[in-house]
């Protein structure tokens, strides 16, 4: 039984990478609400449950530990937490559809809409339905749809509230976002609806940091604010080549670039590409749904920062290939870092996975070590044709190695005794530095050939 202690009932479903910090960080800051987060996944509830949580997240064991058992609870009791709440975040997984209509693009909606007749089906009083996983803008009128032709006279208000965390700070950027936004309709009971999930975040977040907008808005500034961020990404990346052919470094242009404030110093960083769950899914999407509106110049537009991802990572390959003599078959290379960025052991999209397949197609020998990552790294490679082995310390990862490849930006790898690396490595010893997060001159006075992205590389030869 429910306990009549709790000024509101906040249910999530979907207890993943953004249910979970999120419902943690609402727990910790509002004791009078309970906060139910449910999976139909039971492995991961028992992690959520345990210290060993089912995410990497720094910090997020401290806020999960200040609520859990008072406020924060978490089940696989999907319909009872349904039940009981007043609110109820959807936060299941929407990745690109695999088959049929929109296939490679359009989200696939199947768990949204299974969640959304689950709901129907265990609910026996009005609802807040609030979306949190990204949506195709106009995803909340179908839905309404479904939650509304109940036949039980239950009303369901569908709200769309966007997550803007990212990975690897997600409890800073919960604890203290830029914006909170909320979407909901104009009439009555979404205006009620707006004033309950304003009251929520309130309990933390300034009020004038919890933006509200109509519920199309809410969707497409999810899709648009990814977009726009990937797509600085893949503005930089595409300087990097060109500084590649000029002699002009990128980390100068970008600085130079970011010192405008009307441009802004972040997300200016070249890479070896963008990966994570977010950003290609929500660009495909936004082609999708202009092709679907028949606004293929918009549609194409946004499709190039996934294309010049995609050049970057094989870009980042081809330099491998042509600095090591045109061969790299039967070398050992060591991938340093798998994780899509760093501070996570998420893998998803990660452009490590792309590095390594085309490694391994080259008939490399491939050994890959991540803090975090290497978990994931073996899910991903499962199956994968050729010599791959994974090390858990750097230095071992490294030893008789050709070249290292550095993939992901982990602090400690800044850190590492680089004297101790050479005398392990074949020579001439290489490092594609895919970050740009090494002393790039120091390896190189220490002999060896270095690799930078947008910048000249250093060789001795
Ligand atoms: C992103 C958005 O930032 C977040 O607001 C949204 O809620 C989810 O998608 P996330 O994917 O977790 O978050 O991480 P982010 O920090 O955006 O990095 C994405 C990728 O871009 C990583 O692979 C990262 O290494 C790369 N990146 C980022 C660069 O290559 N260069 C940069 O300058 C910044
Ligand atoms: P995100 O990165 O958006 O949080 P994840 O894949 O990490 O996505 O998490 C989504 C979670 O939603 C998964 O743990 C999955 O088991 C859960 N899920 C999917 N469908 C349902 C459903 N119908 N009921 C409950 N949980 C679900």
Redesign the pocket.
Known sequence: MVKQTFKKHVTCIGAGYVGGPTMAVIAAKCPDVKVTVVDINAARIAAWESDDLPIFEPGLLDVVKKARGRNLFFSTDVDAAIRSADILFVSVNTPTKTFGEGAGKAADLQYWEKTARNIVKASASDKIIVEKSTLPVRTAHAMERILNANGKGIHFEVASNP??????SAVKDLLNPDRVLIGTQETKTGLAARKDLVDLYAHWVDRKNIITSNVWSAELSKLA??AF?AQ??SS?NSMSAFCEKTEADVSEVGYAIGKDNRIGA????A?V???????KKDILNLVYLCERYGLWEVAQYWEYVIRINEYQMTRFVQNMIQAMFNTIAKKRIAILGFA??ANTGDTRES?AIYVTKKLLEEQAHVIITDPKAIANAKIDLAGCKGTFEFASDPYAAVKGAHAIAVCT?WEEYKHLEFKRILKSMEKPAFIFDGRNILDHVRLFEMGFNVFPVGKRPLTHY
């Open positions: 997550e803007f965390l990212a990975e690897g604010a990814n961020l600085r990404i930089i972040r997300f200016l960083h890479s590409g963008f990966g994570g769950s977010c950003f899509f960025k452009p930006e």
